[in-house]
């Protein structure tokens, strides 16, 4: 893959991951969608993870410039927007990053400033499309997610579950290409 993406994990996503027992899920995220980043200020909220075990996943942990701590503290964001979401909204905004997170409000002030953004369930969905798990394996995940989480409510799993019907259907009906000539 030439052109891999930026990904800037907010606590909630890591956190999550880590809880359903399916942290090393996002090193398939960090080896084929793309570059998975963590804020220094959100490895501190995330119990057993160490910068040793993100470097062992691929995982690049990064301390925001002083450029972007300036710009975090002068964000004009809900005041309820922790510290650790102002530097994930701030590294991903001035980097040109993909903010992953599953919390309304950072998603919110992300659309409002034109960063990219996307929810920790559409990271299964774009392991799916990568061939990397099956969607039955996505499925289980997003149980797991929802389970220790606490944060995706029913619409959004049933959003993803007909995303992923989707993806499936669009998968038989892709023709398979000959393996060889005549």
């Not at 052109?3 to 956190?15: E, G, M, T």
């Not at 959004?156 to 290409?177: A, D, H, I, K, Y």
Request: include cysteine.
């Amino acid at each position: 893959m030439t052109d891999k993406a930026s990904l800037i994990l907010d606590a909630n996503v890591v956190i999550s991951y880590n809880d359903a027992g399916i942290l090393w899920v996002l090193s398939l995220v960090n080896k084929h969608i793309g570059q998975v980043y963590i804020v220094t200020a959100v490895l501190e909220e995330v119990r057993d993870l160490s910068d040793v075990d993100c470097a062992r996943r691929g995982f690049k942990v990064i301390k925001p410039t002083p450029l972007e701590m300036s710009h975090a503290d002068k964000l004009q964001v809900p005041r309820d927007l922790s510290g650790v979401d102002r530097k994930c909204l701030a590294v991903a905004q001035e980097r040109n990053y993909t903010c992953v997170t599953n919390e309304k409000r950072l998603r919110k002030s992300c659309e409002k400033r034109a960063v990219k953004c996307r929810g920790g369930l559409g990271l299964l969905t774009l392991l799916c499309e990568k061939h990397q798990i099956t969607t039955n394996q996505a499925k289980e995940y997003a149980v797991k997610l929802k389970k220790t989480s606490g944060r995706i409510s029913e619409p959004v799993m049933q959003e993803f579950f007909e995303g992923l019907g989707q993806l499936e259907t669009r998968s038989r009906n892709t023709p398979e290409l000959p393996t060889s000539p005549g």
